[in-house]
């Protein structure tokens, strides 16, 4: 296929993904706002962390800064993105505070399930030591935007599975994403030609996506979020991503008069809440979109939600997109041996290397 064949197909499949966004909003659109917003105190997570959870992200390369905290910048404010509460988008920036202004390259953090920004906040410290502008948010239905510490997200999850007015598993964040790029590349402090975005498992998905239908995401590092829905599907290796919200698929059983879950309630809640995850926009044909732009995907070998197998497809289509844009050497995927569905201080130390080599 030519480049400009190529670059053709790009743009329809971005212009149909974000015609599947605005078909659940197209009454909510408002013109892009700031509010300020205040740190905060006693972050909501919907499930405890584990005790070593955290460890990973404090490994981060870091540059010794004297009086660190003292020349760190705190902004938290809100994006006002849509009508409704979940259009208010809560945003954590850090940065440090230098003498002579300057523009700075960017990166989107992404938190996992159940968490929120201010779990990043190891990250978002160790980049901005180095220069930096390190941003996080709160994904659809977690943190700021999730009403209790008990089940916001799997309630939301089965509503729009019920009522198909909302998809808040992945693509509602996406809409999100695209909003915080218009307020990113219009900040007088940012390099609008630089910005990158990462996340753990939900977070990796976000970013992935993020980056397919938004081409101002320069660099991106998705960390065990990136999968073949497809693929599992015909595989019948669904059943760990199923079990990270299962509560959904019972639901999804019962109202289908299903005695167990099996692949058609799998395909049709995927339908429901997140249409084309499993057809179109499947990673064999959004991953490599991504290209030329530098993307590292991070992967445990062993990651039964992301099945090592139902990757082949997707890291050979974009290995032959970066090759044949003359990128090659921008696309790299490194499945770490002997580990799950589990973010590493290695994968950490990988993304912070391949952001310092290409943002």
């Not at 995927?270 to 590292?296: H, M, N, V």
Request: aromatic share 10%; hydrophobic share 40%.
């Amino acid at each position: 296929m030519s480049a400009s064949a190529t670059a053709d197909a790009g743009a329809g499949l971005r212009s149909e993904f974000l015609q599947v966004l605005l078909s659940r909003r197209r009454d909510l659109q408002v013109p892009l706002s700031v509010e300020k917003g205040s740190p905060v105190r006693n972050p909501l997570y919907q499930k405890p962390p584990g005790p070593m959870d955290a460890v990973p992200m404090e490994s981060c390369p870091r540059k010794e800064v004297e009086n660190f905290k003292e020349k760190l910048v705190e902004e938290n404010f809100y994006l006002i993105t849509e009508l409704g509460e979940q259009g208010r988008l809560p945003v954590l920036l850090l940065k440090l505070n230098d003498h002579v202004p300057k523009r700075k390259p960017v990166i989107v953090f992404l938190h996992s399930s159940y968490k929120c920004k201010e779990w990043l906040r190891p990250l978002l410290e160790a980049y901005a030591s180095r220069g930096y502008i390190s941003v996080a948010i709160d994904s659809h239905y977690h943190g700021e935007r999730a009403s209790n510490e008990e089940a916001t997200y799997i309630d939301a999850l089965k509503s729009a599975w019920r009522n198909g007015d909302t998809m808040p598993f992945i693509f509602d964040t996406v809409w999100d994403l695209i909003k915080l790029g218009d307020h990113l590349s219009e900040r007088e402090d940012v390099d609008p030609c630089r910005i990158g975005i990462t996340g753990e498992s939900l977070g990796g998905m976000h970013a992935w996506f993020a980056a397919f239908v938004d081409t101002r995401y320069s660099v991106t590092v998705p960390i065990i979020g990136v999968q073949g829905f497809r693929w599992a599907i015909d595989n019948s290796m669904w059943q760990a991503r199923v079990n990270s919200i299962k509560p959904l698929f019972e639901e999804a059983r019962t109202d289908l008069g299903k005695s167990e879950i099996d692949t058609e309630v799998v395909e049709k809640v995927w339908e429901k809440i997140a249409p084309g995850l499993d057809s179109q926009f499947d990673a064999p044909y959004s991953l490599p979109l991504i290209a030329p732009r530098p993307l590292l995907l991070l992967n445990g070998a062993e990651d039964p939600r992301c099945p090592i197998a139902g990757l082949e497809e997707p890291s050979s289509r974009a290995a032959k997109a970066y090759e044949e844009s003359g990128s090659a050497e921008k696309f790299m995927f490194i499945a770490e041996p002997g580990i799950g569905h589990q973010m590493t201080a290695n994968m950490v130390k990988r993304a912070s290397d391949w952001f310092d080599r290409f943002l």
